[in-house]
């Protein structure tokens, strides 16, 4: 993004004449400061160009320059959020990339490799399955109707809306139709990547990690992928036969709770665009089946916690991690539910109302690495998307103070760690990619901090 691109829609002065002016001055250039430090990722990370793969164009804020090249799934939903508040048209560019991926049967890819020139040191650096050479076989959670959502209520441009909307709500449906062989509303996830955090304990069972040995976290868990990959081999083009191998059949709490979220913004946009009420209607139920379906089979109400469920017999997992508590981003999440998960487990100081929460595993799990000893991700360390979702929950239930707490630990940490992948939860050190696009997020919390999104 050039300066000139980058005709900033964030408002950055007050008037103020109290004797308060110079703590507000202060804290007014520190949030000048994240916002240029997002806007200098987001501008820095862009990828621009004319792809081998039928000469599609592309224009797309990677994750981040040395680790992550390419354009993932969720990581756009999260820039696109970002970018609205620098760039309207590079915020609508971004899902219009990414949706050039799309499949005629609805499938959208987790990864689009789209510089031919990276593909084979990705190949070997990262664990992944082609569908083909510019895209992987595995999706990701659907931010994206989230994402439209906010682009649509901030533009108002029909067109773009119905140019996105249409591939995404084939999405939608292609996860229906595919991806619940039992018929109860929740979805099954083929690989731990899918839920997009790969290497969370919650899968250590699953997988045969111990996190006792934190040397050989990683490497058990490349192994696991490998075992995975070799059962997968025949049948990647047959998603049914895949769930029905039962090698990962996985109903992971946070994959559907933005989900079901997602479905309830379809649903609106479908009312505004040139989509049916019929469609409209039945993604509200759909949602609403996939809330019902969280509470009947994930909630304990003993734990005060959703549990993922694996495998065909649905066993819970009963690993205390972030997504837990995800269905809290659900409007209509019972309010004795929300008010149990808050006190039992979102406030409390030894599980997730750390330092610098919210902690990807609670603080009192045994498999907690908060320093990122296993150098493997989503395993202590708190990340700037989960705090982001969970910001917007606790509003919609009524904890704005709590909200707005959450919000300022986060800039702090942001302030004393950088632009970085995911941060110490004691300290705020940095740890991960450096230069992170979805840490960019910061912009849309400081924004809704100033009353103004
Ligand atoms: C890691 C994360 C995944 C993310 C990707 C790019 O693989 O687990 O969620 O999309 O990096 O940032």
């Known amino acids: 993004m050039t300066d000139t691109e980058a005709q900033g829609t964030v408002s950055i002065g007050v008037n103020m004449r109290s004797s308060k002016r110079s703590a507000v001055d202060k804290s007014l250039q520190e949030d000048d400061f994240l916002i240029s430090e997002a806007q200098r990722v987001l501008s820095a990370n862009r990828q621009e160009g004319i792809s081998q793969w039928e000469g599609k164009q592309f224009s797309f804020v990677c994750p981040s320059l040395s680790t992550y090249p390419f354009q993932w799934f969720w990581d756009s939903a999260f820039h696109t ?68 959502e906010r682009v649509f209520e901030k533009t108002g441009d ?175 999440l019972d309010t004795n539910i929300v008010h149990k998960i808050m006190n039992r487990h979102l406030l409390n100081e030894s599980e997730f109302w750390l330092p610098f929460p919210i902690p990807s595993v609670a603080g009192n799990e045994p498999s907690f690495d908060p320093g990122f000893e296993t150098k493997a991700i989503f395993r202590g360390p708190s990340w700037v998307n989960m705090n982001w979702y969970l910001y917007w929950g606790l509003r919609q239930h009524g904890y704005e103070d709590i909200a707005s707490e959450l919000a300022h630990r986060t800039f702090e940490m942001i302030k004393r760690g950088g632009m970085r992948e995911c941060f110490n939860p004691y300290t705020a050190e940095g740890y991960g990619a450096i230069d992170f696009g979805w840490t960019a997020l910061v912009i849309d919390l400081l924004v809704a901090e100033r009353g103004s999104v």
């Open 81 to 148: 959020i970002a970018l609205l508040h620098l760039n309207q048209e590079l915020a609508k560019q971004e899902l219009r990339c990414m949706l050039q991926a799309a499949r005629p049967d609805g499938f959208i890819p987790h990864i689009v490799l789209w510089q031919q020139q990276h593909q084979r040191a990705a190949a070997a650096e990262f664990k992944i399955t082609m569908a083909h050479p510019y895209f992987t076989a595995t999706t990701q959670p659907p931010v994206i109707a989230r994402a439209i």
């Open 158 to 332: 029909l067109v773009w809306l119905n140019d996105v909307l249409e591939p995404t709500v084939r999405f939608f449906d292609w996860l229906h139709a595919n991806r619940d062989p039992d018929g109860d509303f929740l979805l099954a996830i083929i690989q731990p990547d899918e839920s997009g955090l790969d290497v969370s304990s919650k899968f250590d069972g699953a997988l045969g990690i111990d996190y006792r040995h934190p040397n050989t976290v990683y490497d058990t868990w490349l192994s696991a992928m490998d075992r995975l990959f070799t059962i997968y081999r025949d049948y990647r083009t047959d998603v049914g036969r895949l769930l029905r191998l039962d090698a990962f059949n996985w109903e992971d709490v946070l994959f559907n709770s933005i989900y079901a979220d997602g479905l309830q913004s379809l649903a609106r946009l479908c009312r505004v665009a040139q989509c049916s009420e019929a469609k409209a209607a039945e993604f509200e139920l759909r949602s609403a089946r996939v809330t019902e379906a969280l509470l009947s089979k994930c909630w304990d109400q003993e734990s005060g916690a959703f549990w993922d469920l694996n495998g065909s017999d649905e066993r819970p997992q009963q690993t205390l991690t972030s997504s837990c508590l995800f269905p809290l981003i659900l409007k209509d």
